[in-house]
């Protein structure tokens, strides 16, 4: 499976991103779907999943400012991101659990990431 992230950018605090992500390859299906975030010389971090019905969770940190949603029949992730702050300056990595043809089991997959900065 392939992940593919956009959309990432400079923005100004206070402003709007939109993060999309596409999913390919030979998927069964993708039970869960999300996204993480690595700011330099910090953790790996959980901002928001989804499932493929839809129930999802979010980092207490964006709570409220971002919403992760999916479409199951394109294999895409997307989250947009409101009210942006500095701290939210980071990579933001797409990834997916996935069963593909072929081969027994979920697996994780992950994006190459896509660079947030928020500054004026």
């Known amino acids: 499976v392939q992940l593919v992230e956009s959309g990432g950018g400079l923005v100004q605090p206070g402003g709007s991103l939109r993060l999309p992500c596409v999913a390919s390859g030979t998927i069964v299906i993708l039970p869960s779907m999300g996204w993480y975030r690595q700011a330099p010389g910090k953790e790996r971090e959980l901002v928001a999943t989804?499932?493929?019905?839809?129930?999802?969770n979010y980092a207490d940190s964006v709570k409220g400012r971002f919403t992760v949603s999916r479409d199951n029949a394109k294999n895409t992730v997307s989250l947009q991101m409101n009210s942006l702050k500095p701290e939210d300056t980071s990579k933001y990595f797409c990834y997916s659990y996935a069963e593909v043809a072929g081969r027994v089991g979920l697996y994780v997959y992950w994006g190459q990431g896509t660079q947030v900065t928020v500054s004026s």
């Open positions: 989804i499932t493929s019905s839809g129930s999802t």
